[in-house]
């Protein structure tokens, strides 16, 4: 019997020693005469079982997790590659309550399908979305992304439709697609795990944006800290080319990029594909009328491409008919930091903060009770446990001062210091500013010292107004979301944590 | 730090990017990958072949946190130091390496043995902390595996 054994080539999967796991299981195999085919795939999300290794039986797929290098001669021996129990089992992984309770409309195929093989994405019902873009007429294809109510996934909340409609009505001798992966926010990795597990939906989200706004060219701008989505973006581009989904009326090109987060800005990200400094640029002009090259340019986050096979595929009703307020359509949620389930969560908007971090995430890894989250990556504001009841919708988030971002959420226990996670807000403004515009360029650098002088005891009223003036300006006054966006884990963490800011603090919380 | 082939010249290097429209960060990407990095004899010589001002190239060069001028470490080790992975300990991990290493962050042991560099996020916030050793990604580190993965790496 020719079995399929599954050991993720995700990231965090090798992260965690998946490549040992699946170098021994090649072992074994060879070693017992077994007609094996080990399929390095994405990662379902569970990563706390990561490396979560699945093999196929007449029952369908089992797995275990997390399976370290040492476990692999037990787990052989006790009738692995006959999916016999073992303690490291989890039965039917798609049964497991965290991957049974989503609705996975993005990361449907992540996790189970070989991100290598253009067939198995086709098999796995890939490719139909492209198909039905083909069949329609632009209008028709504009008409079908503003009826799915996608906002831009990036953190922005942009609508797609209205973003592609002025491209498309731009007139210009070329128009690019970018996409954006330079997903530089900590506590984020949905990205990384699209790219790496199911990268011809990219691909096909790409094309299908290519058609939609008439270009026939697209980069895909992804950082370098990013090594295995960048191979397995590769290895699908050159498959596609192969099987002639890529290379006659669209073509994408691949640019890395160089350890910079402001360049996940999207003038900063266009001026880096120019070969340029990263350095934002003012708009107006808007990118859709004077973006890369000087042309029209549809630059979108990859989350937002991803979702557009689907949207095209079963229609933008269905989208559209899940979700909350005027946020539509799924999220692609990331539990991140001190969490004990860690991972992945495709959800409708509207489902709560404290669902995500104390049901499904299961509290913090270090059994500790939860102080503080993150929302949004390191320009998102820091919620207290009293906010938990908040929805995940872009305005129900704006309304207590936050953002959703690209949907990280990063968990704090309660040893956690919130003067200095406010401190490091300004400090990582500081390193990662493209130093264009005053506020950000000066006033991290500023923010630093004076909230130095703060937790220093040094005149703290003052230091306090000052911060606050502080981040009015950043806020109001800089070019792009990186200084006026780092007023939030500032404000937020002085506005709910002022304990932590006072002289003696450091010494009243833990660890 | 592994780099690719030695022999090729610096204009054989660049040569593939001729007519690429922006081409400079790919350029930069492979001559640091030929050859460890990107010293300012390289830019007089990107800048020519790239129809660029030496002060282009140098702008470019510097603004890029991954970009080095100087060769370094034979090992190179980045930390996590981002938000997530400090929610797991992260700076008590670079404490421990900075001692153990005997070299501070974001410099080179004077033996040449090892950089000790940080980096914000490498997208496995979800089993923090993790660090990158060699272009190796590794996560859920303590000071213990730490230990062992530098043993292995600087042996």
């Known amino acids: 019997m020719s079995r399929i054994v599954y050991v993720p080539g995700d990231a965090v999967a090798v992260a965690c020693g998946a490549d040992q796991v699946a170098a021994a299981l090649r072992g074994h195999a060879d070693r017992l005469g077994l007609d094996v085919t080990i399929v390095r795939n994405g990662s379902r999300g569970m990563h706390w079982l990561e490396p979560l290794v699945e093999i196929t039986t007449r029952d369908g797929r089992i797995g275990y997790g997390p399976v ?4 692999v001669d037990g787990l052989v021996a006790a009738g692995f590659f006959d999916g016999a129990p073992h303690p490291l089992g989890i039965g039917k992984p798609g049964e497991q309550p965290f991957l049974a309770a989503q609705q996975r409309l993005t ?14 994405y086709i098999a796995h019902g890939g490719g139909v979305g492209l198909r039905q873009a083909r069949a329609l007429d632009a209008d028709a294809r504009i008409a079908t992304v503003k009826a799915s109510g996608l906002r831009g996934r990036g953190g922005a909340g942009f609508p797609t439709g209205i973003k592609w409609e002025t491209v498309a009505n731009a007139v210009a001798p070329r128009k690019y697609v970018v996409c ?3 997903e530089g926010d900590s506590g984020t990795f949905a990205d990384r795990m699209i790219m790496e597990g199911d990268p011809f939906l990219l691909i096909e989200g790409m094309a299908i944006c290519g058609l939609c706004i008439g270009a026939s060219h697209g980069y895909l701008y992804i950082r370098s800290e990013y090594p295995h989505a960048i191979a397995a973006m590769a290895t699908a581009i050159g498959a596609a080319r192969a099987a002639g989904w890529l290379g006659a009326d669209f073509d994408i090109e691949i640019r890395v990029g160089a350890g910079s987060y402001v360049c996940g800005e999207e003038t900063a990200l266009l001026e880096s594909i120019e070969g340029r400094r990263g350095q934002v640029r003012a708009k107006p002009p808007l990118p859709a009328h004077k973006g890369l090259f000087g042309m029209p340019t549809a630059i979108n986050n990859v989350l937002s491409l991803v979702a557009i096979p689907h949207i095209f595929a079963d229609g ?13 359509g799924t999220m692609p ?12 969560y495709e959800t409708p908007f509207g489902i709560t903060l404290g669902a995500l ?5 299961g509290g913090t890894a270090s059994g500790r009770p939860v102080r503080a989250v993150q929302i949004g990556g390191p320009l998102g504001a820091y919620f207290p446990p009293h906010l938990f009841d908040t929805p995940i919708d872009y305005e129900a988030f704006a309304a207590v001062g936050g953002l959703i971002g690209h949907g990280g959420i990063t968990v704090f226990d309660d040893s956690v210091d919130m003067a200095r996670m406010a401190r490091f807000a300004f400090e990582f403004c500081a390193i990662e500013s493209c130093g264009k515009c005053t506020p950000c360029r000066i006033g991290a650098v500023r923010g630093v010292e004076t909230i130095d002088k703060l937790i220093a005891g040094d005149q703290p009223e003052a230091q306090l107004a000052l911060i606050t003036d502080l981040a009015e300006t950043m806020k109001f006054g800089s070019l792009c979301a990186l200084g006026g966006f780092t007023p939030y884990p500032v404000m937020s963490a002085l506005t709910h944590f002022p304990e932590d800011f006072r002289p003696d603090a450091a010494r009243q919380v833990a660890g | 730090m592994t780099t690719g082939n030695p022999s090729l010249s610096l204009a054989e290097v660049i040569a593939p990017f001729a007519g690429m429209a922006g081409a400079l960060l790919p350029v930069l990407h492979a001559v640091q990958q030929a050859f460890g990095h990107i010293d300012d004899a390289a830019v007089v010589v990107i800048a020519e072949k790239l129809n660029l001002s030496r002060a282009d190239v140098h702008g470019v060069l510097t603004f890029y946190h991954d970009f080095r001028r100087r060769p370094a470490g034979r ?28 070299t501070p962050m974001h410099s080179q042991r004077a033996d040449g043995a090892i950089s000790l560099e940080p980096v914000y996020c490498l997208g496995l916030c979800s089993a923090a902390p993790s660090a990158m050793l060699d272009g190796q990604v590794f996560a859920r580190l303590s000071p213990d595996r730490l230990d062992a993965l530098l043993a292995g790496a600087m042996s």
Not at chain 1, 316 to 328: C, K, L, Q
């Open chain 1, 333 to 344: 949620i990331q539990l991140a930091g001190n969490i004990r389930h860690g991972g992945l």
């Open chain 1, 68 to 71: 370290d290098v040492a476990d």
């Open chain 1, 107 to 120: 990361f449907a195929r992540c996790g189970i399908v070989d991100p290598a093989s253009l067939a198995d």
């Open chain 1, 357 to 361: 971090v104390n049901d499904i995430g």
């Open chain 2, 75 to 102: 090992t190179v080790l980045k930390i996590c130091r981002a938000e997530a992975c400090q929610a797991m300990g992260s700076d008590a991990l670079i404490a421990h390496a900075e001692a153990r290493l005997a």
């Open chain 1, 316 to 328: 933008p009703d269905v989208y559209a008919g899940v979700g909350h307020g005027r946020s539509r």
């Open chain 1, 180 to 182: 954006n992966a330079d």
